[in-house]
């Protein structure tokens, strides 16, 4: 079954950060309640028509394990008809459009919030430790791996084994992401960068250096989505959701197919067909690389 045309987006908000980083100390329970109040003010809803909750995560709220919509719920004071905590890392925070379109076609819900929050660069709760040797893990976190850069360094090195592809290649992927922040007045990071400055920086894990690695901020975002009768009544023009894919291929690197090849290979296509369009349709493309 085609969610195209099921749902819409009718409201987002986000936060404004400092250098990386909330301003104030507020806690990722706060920013995700700012970043709702922005949404549903910008969709012209307000947190009593919400009825379907969808929230990836609560990075720096310890204890709340598997519950992450439940608690955001009894956070914001909603009693939701339908929840959803997916995790399937950094793809959780896409993942809920396509579960909240579902769920508004399958009249579970006709308001739904989605929310993400982190403030890892505040709390600094992200190193190289690894995963726990848990499952699969048990194969990699052992022996040293560092989490996750370790697990990208391995196919960038199978890339360059399969493929001939350079440092100076790889670097490119930095030096071109710079350019775009440079100009939004919202990048962390907007310094003018190029190959030499990222073949130069301090190595992290062969062949990855530093300024290939993606930033570690803070930041929280939401998404309003409402279904056609609903989408009417609201304050701005509704975006339909056209078409959503999903796929996973593996969670600790050994067990990765072919580590040249990623899951967007299929969510892609996937998502593609279900919209009807084809790649020479698209003149915007925001694609999720750490």
């Known amino acids: ?44 809803l307000s947190k009593e028509d919400v009825d379907g909750i969808f929230v990836a995560g609560l990075w720096g709220v310890p204890g709340v394990g598997s519950f992450p919509s439940a608690v ?6 909603i009693q939701p008809k339908y929840t959803d905590s997916t995790q399937v890392g950094g793809s959780s925070f896409e993942a809920p459009v396509g579960h909240a379109a579902a769920a508004i076609q399958a009249g579970l819900c006709e308001v739904a919030l989605i929310l993400y929050g ?5 709390d600094r709760s992200r190193n190289l430790a690894g995963r726990p040797p848990t499952l699969t893990a048990q194969y990699d976190t052992p022996f040293g791996l560092p989490t996750p850069v ?5 196919a960038a090195h199978r890339h360059m084994h399969q493929y001939g592809t350079t440092p100076e290649q790889l670097a490119e992927v930095a030096v071109a992401t710079r350019k775009w922040a440079e100009l939004n007045p919202a990048a962390t990071m907007r310094d003018p960068l190029t190959i030499d400055d990222v073949l130069n920086s301090k190595m992290i894990s062969d ?13 929280a975002g939401a998404v309003v989505l409402t279904s056609a009768e609903r989408a009417r ?5 509704p975006i339909w959701v056209l078409g ?28 593609f067909e279900m919209a009807g369009v084809t790649h020479d349709d698209i003149d915007v493309v925001e694609i999720y690389d750490s």
């Open 1 to 44: 079954m085609s969610i195209k045309n099921a749902a819409a987006i009718v409201g987002i908000g986000d936060i404004e950060l400092e250098n990386g980083k909330v301003k104030g100390g507020k806690s990722v329970l706060q920013i995700q309640a700012e970043s709702a109040k922005k949404a549903l003010d910008d969709a012209g």
């Open 72 to 77: 955001m719920a009894e956070y914001l004071g």
């Open 118 to 122: 982190s403030t890892q660069r505040s």
């Open 150 to 154: 370790g697990g990208y360094a391995m």
């Open 207 to 219: 062949p990855l250096h530093l300024l290939d690695c993606c930033l570690v901020t803070d930041g």
């Open 233 to 237: 009544d609201c304050r701005k023009k």
């Open 244 to 271: 959503q894919g999903e796929s996973q291929s593996h969670w600790s690197i050994q067990a990765m197919p072919d580590l040249t090849v990623t899951s967007a290979a299929q969510s892609g296509k996937t998502a």
